[in-house]
């Protein structure tokens, strides 16, 4: 493969997979050119050059290794209509990702991306990027789902592969996904080899090839009202494994106000938050009981988002999102849990 120059961007041509159909084939989508940047001048200047003026919503995604914290970036993918852009972390370093930073975190620059809490916290703990003005289509499909009166259980969260394949959004399938899952677990560091390989660029780029697509058939069915709590809890699950208490919130761009045309509305409209708690040494078995059964349990009775770091960390935190009135109930019911009967 040829390599890239940094004054050159990269185009590499993606074959067909042999007997079969690429994801691109099967939603009858003309290919885009995917360029390898392993320099900020690369990248579009709109994109390195956030404006009010120029306001862009793009694909995003990050892969790497063990991703979160303490794990490695290696690829971050951006999309936009007419071409997609494999940011190579490992060979740009710190470089590369300053010049990334004002548009990741830009107001004027919505990032579409699916899951983003542990691409931001990888994002904020190896560069001190503070991702903001996401729109999570893994948010936007449980929004929708319960604007139309169809409720999924609390921690049942729609994976990528299985957005994709829902007819009432792409209806295709990406099997090529639980392939790139093997090898990973395979050899953990498969996304860190150099030069990339046709699948580790095929797979990277697919990852974010469709996101725009969604984008836009989601923004369809969202309304006003959906569309506040995307934003919000977009902004509260960027930062929700950042903040380790509640001090480090003013570090961040404030979540969006409620609208004024949705104030003047009958019904009471509620402020989303985030908190944090602490949990004491050996009291998070507490939390989460035998199979998760408890932690399960809580999210039943009050209506919250809990989330726990697990094997990635933090190790002793646990992360509330959701209507004040719920995460105060839910806080109250995790302290109980901590306390010690004698």
Known sequence: MASSSPTQRTHVPIPPEPGGRSVTQEANEPPVPIHIVIDPSQLPADFLNPSLDKKLVIGFDCEGVDLCRHGKLCIMQIAFSNAIY??????????????????????????????CKRDSEALYFQFGIRLHNVVDTQIAYSLIEEQEGRKRPLDDYISFVSLLADPRYCGISYEEKEEVRVLMRQDPKFWTYRPMTELMIRAAADDVRFLLYLYHKMMEKLNQRSLWHLAVRGALYCRCLCCMNDADFADWPTAPPIPDNLKSEDQCIEEEILSVLDVPPGKMGRIIGRKGASILAIKEACNAEILIGGAKGPP??????????????AEAILRGRMIDYY
């Not at 830009?106 to 579409?112: A, L, P």
């Not at 646990?318 to 995460?327: C, P, Y």
Request: glycine share 6%; charged share 35%; net charge positive.
């Open 86 to 115: 494999l940011v190579d972390v490992i060979k740009g370093g710190e470089k590369l990702m300053k010049a990334c930073k004002p548009a990741l975190e830009s107001n004027y620059i919505t990032k579409v991306i699916h899951d």
């Open 316 to 329: 002793d935190k646990v992360f509330v999102i959701g209507l004040v009135k719920e995460v105060r109930k």
